[in-house]
């Protein structure tokens, strides 16, 4: 960076319904994992910073949870979907991301709704998933949204494919304030690496599990040891509701956990850039759900 050149800085927050691929897009212009993705909905469970840095310009961009109707009743929906609108009422700009190629569902209408009253986001508005679609389709929902709303800006991209996301942060870049930075340069994301160790396992249960499973687990890291040779090794326990899940988590003859543990080794050595020892333990706790200490961890309301 120019020493001497005015430094700008904005938070932009990324919302949108479950899946619309918002992690996959701030993991794509970060160039490294900052936020787990899966093909399930509700995997990103807390806010994520992701941190980039554009000539003088730092641009901290906020992953949030997907906005979606929470079940009143499960208090880790209530929390993680509170969650997702905090994310927002700190934002410089929103980057509202819709997945093009399904129909846009009942939570993007909740929060073009909520957009539509309080207009004092600018809000811009980005296409993802277009490596699935065609144009003519593109072009007609992107009239459709934009005639009924107000956007700053329109962009159409494949966070996937990383195709059209350096359009979209070139005008990020141009359009934050002027600012100081406020994190240090080499700086990509604000999660501690023993939580985000234990997100890299979520992700391959989320990955390799079916069904309801993954929502009714948990990863935490318990020890966290480096050796003078620079090797690590992570003790991690996958806390289950169930004690009919352990026979799934750990599948015939450990084969399951064993696949995971690889996994989230390899992608862990490549993070960290050293040599990993990964131990996975599974413990049933019935109700992990409840526990506020876990809430607090992920800065999450437990009375959302
Ligand atoms: N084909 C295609 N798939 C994509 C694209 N972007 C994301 N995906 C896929 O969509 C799925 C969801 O991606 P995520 O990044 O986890 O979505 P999210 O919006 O963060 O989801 P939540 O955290 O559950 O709210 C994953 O399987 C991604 O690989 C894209 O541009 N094209
Ligand atoms: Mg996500």
């Known amino acids: 960076m120019n020493e001497n050149a005015q430094q700008k800085f904005g938070f932009v927050a990324v919302i949108g319904e479950p899946n ?6 701030i993991n794509n212009i970060i160039g490294t994992k900052v936020s787990i993705v899966s093909s399930k909905v509700q995997t990103t ?12 310009t ?26 997702a609108w905090e994310g927002v009422a700190d934002a410089e700009a929103l980057v509202l991301l819709i997945d093009a190629s399904k129909k846009i569902g009942g ?43 107000d956007f ?5 991209l494949s966070a996937l494919k990383g ?35 234990a997100e890299v396992t979520r992700e391959k249960l989320f ?21 003078d040779n620079g090797d690590v090794k992570i003790d991690q326990t996958i806390y289950i509701a169930r004690e009919a899940h352990k026979k799934i988590v750990i599948g015939k003859g450990g084969a399951m956990l064993k696949k995971i543990g690889q996994s989230a080794r390899l992608e862990l050595e490549e993070i960290l850039d050293t040599k990993v020892h990964l131990k996975l333990f599974v413990k049933v706790q019935e109700n ?17």
């Open 163 to 197: 195709k059209g996301v350096p359009d979209l942060l070139k005008y990020l870049e141009k359009n934050m304030p002027d600012g100081v930075w406020h994190f240090p340069e080499d700086q990509v994301t604000d999660m501690p690496m023993r939580l985000m160790a």
């Open 107 to 149: 939570s993007t209408k909740i929060i073009l709704e909520r957009l539509r009253e309080d207009k004092s986001k600018r809000c811009i508005l980005v296409l993802n998933k277009i490596d699935r679609m065609r144009p003519q389709a593109l072009l007609d929902i992107s009239e459709q949204l934009n005639e009924e709303n």
């Open 58 to 83: 730092q641009i901290v961009f906020v992953d949030t949870p997907g906005i979606f109707q929470p079940d009143m009743k499960n208090k880790m929906e209530r929390a993680i979907v509170a969650s």
């Open 288 to 304: 992990w759900l409840e526990d506020e200490d876990r809430y607090s961890l992920w800065g999450l309301d437990s009375n959302a």
């Open 20 to 25: 619309a691929g918002k992690s996959t897009l």
């Open 207 to 227: 990955q390799s599990l079916h069904q309801e499973l993954p929502y009714h687990l948990t990863v935490e890291s318990d020890a966290w040891e480096e050796f």
């Open 45 to 56: 469970r807390t806010r994520v910073l992701g941190i980039a840095i554009e000539n003088q």
């Open 152 to 156: 700053e800006a329109t962009f159409m």
